[in-house]
């Protein structure tokens, strides 16, 4: 393997991430400067090469000039749910999580017993097939008034981090938790930023160590219907301009 790829890879790093060469080496706590890495007269160390994946996902098959691909994307990491329900159909069924099921959700995502005892049903439409469907019971106020406590989401199975797309709504299981929020992904720190609609939740953050399943929000069950209030008042607003309007022009 060459020595001088090594040093212009290692040098094109520290570039992209803007850094300095004392910066640099004091971020990756190999001493001073990373001159001497970057001139060839030091060679890279596994514990250098160790640190520069796990921090900023370099490839080191492309550090020693083995691949063409230079960052290693930890995204794709696999969060596909583990157990499915089919019906005798061999259609999937949807997996009905309530409030009180939750609680010991996270400790059973292999446990096949206990999918079996989840109700399930089933929508006999095509934009419920070819997919793997969930159905989780809200807890709390956090999305209201968009999504209020004991509704229904049904959501959406992904199978891995690097499909979310920031802003929409997803259902994240950690070992801790099941919460339902506005998701935004942040590759630079590995973790996700987790939103809530109402305001006066503040923002939380989970690593992606700990996501363990993902859920796309598809669709609701509930027996409230929400009003724009505000949407309203503009329309009577607008209405009645009109009618002066006309009343003035004749």
């Known amino acids: 393997m060459s020595l001088e790829i090594q040093c212009q890879r290692l040098r094109q790093i520290r570039e992209e991430l803007g850094y300095t060469q004392s910066s640099f080496a004091q971020k990756l706590g190999v001493g001073n400067t990373t001159t001497e890495y970057e001139r060839g007269r030091t060679k890279l160390t596994g514990e250098l090469v160790l640190r520069l994946l796990s921090d900023y996902n370099v490839n080191p098959l492309w550090l020693y000039g083995e691949s063409d691909r230079k960052y290693l994307d930890p995204r794709a990491k696999e969060v596909s749910p583990s157990v499915v329900s089919v019906d005798n159909s061999g259609f999937e069924n949807i997996l009905m999580v309530n409030q009180k099921a939750a609680a010991g959700y996270a400790g059973n995502l292999n446990n096949e017993e206990f999918h079996e005892q989840l109700p399930a049903f089933s929508f006999p439409i095509p934009e419920y097939r070819n997919a793997t469907f969930r159905c989780f019971q809200v807890e709390g106020f956090s999305m209201s008034p968009s999504i209020l406590p004991e509704e229904w989401v049904i959501t959406e199975a992904l199978e ?91």
Request: charged share 25%.
């Open 160 to 250: 891995n981090i690097n499909q979310i797309k920031d802003g929409m709504i997803y259902v994240i299981v950690d070992p801790e938790s099941i919460r339902i929020k506005q998701v935004h992904n942040n590759p630079d720190m590995r973790c996700l930023t987790l939103v809530s609609l109402n305001p006066e939740y503040p923002q939380e953050l989970v690593g992606y160590d700990q996501v363990m399943e993902i859920w796309k929000f598809h669709s609701r069950i509930s027996k409230e219907l929400i009003v724009d209030v505000t949407q309203h008042k503009l329309d009577s607003i607008y209405h009645d301009v009109k009618a002066m309007k006309e009343k003035i022009l004749g």
